[in-house]
Nanobody
Framework: QVRLVESGGGSVQAGGSLRLSCAAS????????MGWFRQAPGKEREGVAA????????YYVDSVKGRFTISQDNAKNTVYLQMNSLKPEDTAMYYC??????????????????WGQGTQVTVSS
């Protein structure tokens, strides 16, 4: 059974840092994508960052470029999201996703098949 388990969320003041982790089990994502999405209350789920396990290519939404870093540990089948210089607008539930549909977009939640349960990130001003 494919499973994603996120950890690392929490509350932090603006300017602070958090690192999210997403451990995958039941499947090897050596030639596919894993991504991080977030959803704030009343807003649509948006793609934040993604990584292609096959070559390490990374993708970021403009609002987090220079502040967030996505990375992978192939041996552990785990992806991380290092979040620095956090802002109150980064407050959201963060979800890990895996197995992007062929031809799909890393930014579209409907193009990912497997999802974690989410971890809350709250940034206070």
């Amino acid at each position: 059974q494919v499973r994603l388990v996120e950890s690392g969320g929490g509350s932090v003041q603006a300017g602070g840092s958090l690192r999210l982790s997403c451990a995958a089990s039941g499947y090897t994502y050596s030639s596919n994508y894993m991504g991080w999405f977030r959803q704030a209350p009343g807003k649509e789920r948006e793609g934040v960052a993604a990584i292609y396990f096959g070559g390490g290519t990374t993708y970021y939404v403009d609002s987090v470029k220079g502040r967030f870093t996505i990375s992978q540990d192939n041996a552990k089948n785990t992806v991380y999201l290092q979040m620095n210089s956090l802002k109150p607008e980064d407050t959201a539930m963060y979800y890990c996703a895996a197995v992007k549909k062929y031809g799909g977009s890393w930014q579209k939640p409907q193009d990912f098949i497997v999802w974690g349960q989410g971890t809350q990130v709250t940034v206070s001003s």
